[in-house]
């Protein structure tokens, strides 16, 4: 089959424990329909609690599905679990696997094993893939000395240790710095590209990380897919719309009337981002339905007494797709404040 994943109606619930003994269902996944190809980078981008890691948790089998269906590599989820797992790999960022007593590379050897792959192979790889991501220094440490970042590095060698032929990496990136987030993600690239039966579903916060690395993505929030398509496609979606970047000098007490500039003539969105307190810079993402609105946009802040201290008009971005979609910047900073028409 030229897919490797297909969800057909897939539905998560929870059941979830609130004050005075109640329980409410909360929804994680709600008849998501999803179709990736075999030899493809897909990306999932969404908030957290969009449902983005419990459907890596149903597809690599973790997690049973409330309703509907999941077939991975041509066996479903649910009914033959064990095909499955025999043909996937998983990284999720911030995991603490391992054994600490054990040194780096004692750690991933036994991985290897557990996966049964030969000795010699099993030590080649883990030492060109330590040498890959620059933790051949740590070898002989014990997991449980190690950074954050280190720990990483080496859950994201763990993934590639079995070759496997679809592989789940959620947040791959997390806590590592920029040098190592670069080659990783150069890394996955060239392993999908070296042989075209290898699928990676990969799910990130990082809108570059997405635009560089995914051949196709999905925007998804409150368990829904929105959006599906590759990066520049989603870009188009976005139209002629002119994306405003603003800063202005205004006091707090001046933001929530600002929040009426969704309201004028020829403004789709506006996302307010704020740090709080007193006068303040405070950044504005505006989308405006071509040039001509952007003097109206101007006016209506000159009027509320906002100075503008910075001006940059910018071609869309996956960030300003999300915007347009969701609502709200996928990156926004505490306080920050949305608003749009709808």
């Known amino acids: 089959m030229s897919q490797a994943i297909i969800t057909e109606q897939l539905r998560r619930e929870f059941r979830v424990d609130k004050e005075g003994k109640r329980r409410e269902t909360f929804v994680a996944l709600d008849g998501v329909n999803l179709e990736v190809n075999r030899g493809e980078i897909f990306g999932l981008l969404g908030p957290n609690g969009a449902g983005k890691t419990t459907l890596i948790k149903i597809l690599s089998t973790l997690l049973s599905p409330t309703s509907?269906?999941?077939?991975?590599g041509g066996f479903d989820v649910t009914s033959d679990p064990y095909s499955v797992r025999r043909i996937i790999n998983m990284v999720s960022g911030g995991e603490h696997s391992g054994?600490?007593?054990l040194t780096v590379r004692e750690n991933l050897w036994l991985f290897s094993q557990l996966y049964g792959i030969p000795n010699k192979i099993a030590l080649e790889r883990i030492d060109r893939l330590m040498d890959i991501v620059g933790l051949s220094d740590r070898a002989r440490t014990k997991v449980h000395k190690l950074s954050t970042g280190q720990r990483q590095k080496m859950n994201f060698i763990r993934g590639f240790i079995s070759d496997p032929e679809i592989l789940f990496l959620d947040e791959p990136t997390l806590g590592l710095d920029v040098e190592t987030s670069r080659v990783i993600r150069r890394y996955i690239r060239e392993w999908v590209d070296d042989r075209p039966d290898r699928t990676v579903l990969l799910t990130t916060h990082y809108m570059a990380e997405a635009d560089q690395l995914c051949d196709r993505l999905a925007i998804v929030n409150q368990g829904k897919i929105l959006a599906c398509d590759t990066p520049s496609a989603l870009k188009r979606r976005v139209g002629q719309d002119s994306v405003l970047e603003i800063e202005i000098s205004a006091q707090a007490g001046q933001l929530q009337p600002l929040a009426e500039l969704s309201a004028q003539r020829g403004v789709r969105r506006v996302a307010i981002s704020s740090n709080g307190g007193g006068t303040l810079t405070h950044r504005l993402?505006?989308?405006?339905?071509?040039?001509?609105?952007?003097?109206?946009?101007?006016?209506?802040?000159?009027?509320?007494?906002?100075?503008?201290?910075?001006f940059k008009k910018t071609e869309p971005t996956l960030e300003d797709v999300f915007l347009e979609l969701v609502g709200r910047r996928l990156t926004g900073e505490n306080g920050s404040q949305v608003a749009s028409k709808g």
Request: hydrophobic content about 50%; cysteine-free.
């Open 285 to 310: 993402s505006v989308i405006v339905d071509g040039d001509g609105a952007i003097p109206e946009v101007l006016q209506f802040l000159a009027q509320r007494g906002a100075i503008v201290t910075g």
């Open 99 to 101: 054994y600490g007593i």
């Open 68 to 72: 509907g269906r999941a077939v991975v």
